[in-house]
């Protein structure tokens, strides 16, 4: 059974870090890409950042590129965001997720990831 648990969320003030994690258990993390999604309130889920099986490769999506950073440690199954210069509208639920199959290529979409975790709450007041 996989199972995926986010932590490190909170609030913070505009221009300011936040890192959160993502501890997985079941199944051999090293072999899937994982991802990191967020869901504002009234809005669709929506990518922020993915990275590879081996950690070698990672992909952003624009309206985070270059204050945010994905990362993970595959000996201890743990995914990592790291968010800098966080703006206002970067509030929202962030989910972690795991591809569906092993050893495939990076994705952006939703729908290519079988597992997900509980989201923690990230808000930045302006």
């Known amino acids: 059974q996989v199972q995926l648990v986010e932590s490190g969320g909170g609030l913070v003030q505009a221009g300011g870090p936040l890192s959160v994690s993502c501890a997985a258990s079941?199944?051999?993390?090293?072999?899937?890409?994982m991802g990191w999604f967020r869901q504002a309130p009234g809005q669709e889920r929506e990518f922020v950042a993915v990275?590879?099986?081996?950690?070698?490769?990672?992909y952003y999506a624009d309206p985070v590129k270059g204050r945010f950073t994905i990362s993970r440690n595959n000996a201890e199954n743990t995914v990592y965001l790291q968010m800098n210069s966080l703006k206002p509208e970067d509030t929202a639920v962030y989910y972690c997720?795991?591809?569906?199959?092993?050893?495939?290529?990076?994705?952006?979409?939703?729908?290519?990831?079988?597992?997900w975790g509980q989201g923690t709450q990230v808000t930045v007041s302006s």
């Open positions: 079941g199944g051999t993390f090293s072999k899937y890409v």
């Open positions: 997720a795991r591809d569906r199959g092993a050893y495939r290529s990076s994705t952006a979409s939703a729908v290519e990831y079988a597992y």
């Open positions: 990275i590879s099986w081996s950690g070698g490769s990672t």
